[in-house]
């Protein structure tokens, strides 16, 4: 039998990521239901080291130092590679972060293990085994691994977050010497202009296509009345905000026409695949490429001009043939009363 911990760090307010509840919950079933050990860095470990004993776990394992209140490979890895160490666990579960995403490989090999990331689903019968997609989430696989320690990065939203019940455990520092570094952050620049349009724990996802920046049936183009409509859509809703491949890079081409939208917005099997609940696509086609990226949305709706696009051809569950311009206003206005 596996002895399962959960790997995770404590984020810039000493909180601790949904994503590590999220995996709480994965490494749990791989234990089969039962508490499991876990293991926090971070510059202050106490908050996150409570909520986490709360949520029920047979002891908490942590590495406190000023130096991991700034991400970075060598810190991190050293204190994740301490932790691992320290619990002699042989299934390590860490949610997809972007600090455990860049130390997961290194740290599987410096414990001389394996790592498998992406993991949406996971089961213990019949020993550990994870379940990912391949290939743009077109091919599901079950994979085992007979090495061990075996990490898996758990991606976020895969799992419901394990919830605080009251529970209590022993929290015990673990000794590690920090490598010296030699970088320093010295602030923060998001790629995102303006506004944060991307919302992950919004239900809905709405998505933009290139129709938007089309000529209309007036034979003009209304660039500026379609970002306001989008805007106005955003603000009311509450929505997150995709977009197909054809309108982001027309910013590319230096025809900034949406700017608060940027390839962060992209949807589809070059860019990303989000996790709603439900999805409306406007002014978009629904092609193959596009609509691969809406694997996880399971209420889909679209309008388009078009009877005979992509959505139509059973890629939606609703297709209003219909004006975006004119649905959208009235949506707005609909949503403001
Ligand atoms: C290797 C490869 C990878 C790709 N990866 C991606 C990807 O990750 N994501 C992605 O999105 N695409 C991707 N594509 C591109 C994809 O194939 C399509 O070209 C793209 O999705 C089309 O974008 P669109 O539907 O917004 O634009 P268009 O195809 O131009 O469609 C615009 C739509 O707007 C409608 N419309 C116009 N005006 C209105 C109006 N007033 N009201 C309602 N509807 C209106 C039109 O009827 C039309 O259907 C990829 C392609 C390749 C080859």
Redesign the pocket.
């Known amino acids: 039998m596996d002895t399962v911990l959960l790997l995770a760090h404590s984020d810039a307010t000493g909180g601790l990521p949904k994503a590590a509840l999220e995996a709480l919950s994965a490494a749990r079933l791989l234990a089969g239901g039962a508490p499991v050990t876990v293991a926090l860095f971070g510059a202050d470990t106490t908050r996150a080291a409570a909520e986490l004993a709360a949520a029920g776990a047979v002891k908490v394992l942590t590495v406190t130092d000023p130096a991991l209140g700034q991400p970075r490979y060598a810190t991190d890895a050293a204190a994740a590679a301490a932790l691992v160490r320290a619990s002699g666990a042989t299934l390590v579960v860490a949610p997809a972060t972007s600090r455990l995403a860049r130390i997961g490989a290194g740290v599987a090999h410096r414990a001389g293990g394996r790592i498998d990331t992406h993991v949406a689903a996971v089961s213990s019968e019949g020993g550990a085994a994870v379940t990912r997609w391949y290939y743009r989430q077109r091919i599901e696989a079950t994979l085992r691994r007979a090495e061990r320690p075996w990490f898996l990065l758990v991606d976020p939203g895969a799992f419901p977050a394990a919830l605080a019940s009251g529970g209590t455990a022993p929290i015990e520092a673990v000794g590690v010497a920090l490598p010296a570094s030699r970088t320093a952050v010295s602030g923060e620049r998001s790629p995102v202009s303006g506004e944060q349009t991307i919302k992950p724990e919004a239900k809905l996802l709405f998505v933009a296509?290139?129709?938007w920046t089309?000529k209309?049936a007036d034979g003009q183009i209304h660039t500026a009345r379609a970002e306001a409509l989008v805007k106005g859509f955003l603000a009311v809703s509450g929505a997150s905000l995709g977009s197909?491949?054809?309108?982001v890079d027309q910013a590319g081409e230096g025809n900034k026409v949406f700017a608060f939208m940027t390839h962060l917005n992209?949807?589809?099997?070059?860019?990303s695949t989000p996790r709603h609940a439900k999805g409306l696509a406007?002014?978009?086609?629904?092609?193959e490429?596009?609509v691969v990226?809406w694997r996880f949305i399971n209420e889909r709706r679209a309008?388009?001009?078009?009877p005979n696009?992509g959505w139509a051809r059973g890629k939606a569950d609703v297709v209003y043939v219909?004006?975006?311009?004119e649905v959208v206003a009235k949506v707005n206005a609909l949503l403001k009363k």
């Open positions: 296509g290139a129709g089309k209309q197909s491949k054809s309108l992209q949807v589809g099997q070059t860019g406007t002014c978009c086609h629904g092609e490429p596009h990226g309008v388009n001009l078009d696009c219909a004006d975006a311009f």
